[in-house]
C-alpha cells in the first residue's frame, strides 16, 4: 500500500555533524516538502520540491541542504551551520494541483 | 509576521459535547483552507478542507464553516469522542501559490471521557 516513510524515527548527532534524513514516497506524487516543528509550534516550511531536479527554499531554508533526484526520493541534510538542528523533522507530499498534502512519520533528530 | 494563527493552544472538552476550533487568517490570498490532526510524535494526517467559494464543508461529525469577511475559519466536531483527543492545525493556501500550505500554531484537543 503506498504511502510515505521516513527514517529512522529517532536520530542522534554530535554537535558540529551533518545528517541526511531520508524520505520516500511511493504515491507517485509530483511534490514534497520538508517541515520542522518545533515544541508547542506549527509547521515551518524548510524546503520544497515541485519536480524531479527542482527545489526551492522555503521560510527557514539556512543551514539545510536537499536533493530531488528521483521523483519518490527526497532527503534532507541537516548541515552543521544549523543552529538549532534538535527539532521534530516532517516530510510530505502532494500530487499536481491538489492542495492536500500527506505527511511521513517524521524523525525526531536530537543534537547535543 | 504569522498569516495564520490559532489563539487557542488548548481546548478542554466533555465526551458527547461540541469542540470548536478556531482559525484567523490575515493574508487575503488565501483561497483553500485545511484541518489537519496530529497525534505525538506522528505525522498530521487530513481531515477536512474548504473552498473559498464555500462557506461550509462537512464530513461526518467534523464541519468546517468559513467566513471570509471576517478572515476565520473554525472546526466542529460533534460528538466529541476521546479519541479526538490531538493537537489541531488549520492550514491556507494561497492562489497562485500552487500546493504551498501555511500552517497555524495548532490548538491541544482534549476530550475527557
Known amino acids: 500500500d503506498g504511502g510515505i516513510t521516513q527514517s529512522p524515527k529517532y536520530l542522534f548527532r554530535k554537535e558540529g555533524q551533518n545528517v541526511t534524513l531520508s524520505c520516500e514516497q511511493n504515491?507517485?506524487?509530483?511534490?514534497m516538502y520538508w517541515y520542522r516543528q518545533d515544541p508547542g509550534q506549527g509547521l515551518r516550511l524548510i524546503y520544497y520540491s515541485q519536480i524531479v531536479n527542482d527545489f526551492q527554499k522555503g521560510d527557514i531554508a539556512e543551514g539545510y541542504s536537499v536533493s530531488r533526484e528521483k521523483k519518490e526520493s527526497f532527503p534532507l541534510t541537516v548541515t552543521s551551520a544549523q543552529k538549532n538542528p534538535t527539532a521534530f523533522y516532517l516530510c510530505a507530499s502532494s500530487k499536481g494541483e491538489i492542495y492536500e498534502q500527506y505527511f511521513g512519520p517524521g524523525t525526531r533528530l536530537t543534537v547535543t | 509576521d504569522q498569516q495564520v494563527k490559532q489563539n487557542s493552544p488548548s481546548l478542554s472538552v466533555q465526551e458527547g459535547r461540541i469542540s470548536i476550533l478556531n482559525c484567523d487568517y490575515t493574508n487575503s490570498m488565501f483561497d483553500y483552507f485545511l484541518w489537519y490532526k496530529k497525534y505525538p510524535a506522528e505525522g498530521p494526517t487530513f481531515l477536512i478542507s474548504?473552498?473559498?467559494?464555500?462557506d461550509k464543508n462537512e464530513d461526518g461529525r467534523f464541519t468546517v464553516f468559513l467566513n471570509k469577511s471576517a478572515k476565520h475559519l473554525s472546526l466542529h466536531i460533534v460528538p466529541s469522542q476521546p479519541g479526538d483527543s490531538a493537537v489541531y492545525f488549520c492550514?491556507?493556501?494561497?492562489?497562485?501559490?500552487?500546493?504551498?500550505?501555511?500552517f497555524g500554531g495548532g490548538t491541544r484537543l482534549m476530550v475527557k471521557p
Open positions: 504515491l507517485n506524487h509530483d511534490a
Open positions: 474548504i473552498s473559498s467559494i464555500k
Open positions: 492550514a491556507a493556501s494561497a492562489l497562485g501559490a500552487g500546493n504551498m500550505l501555511t
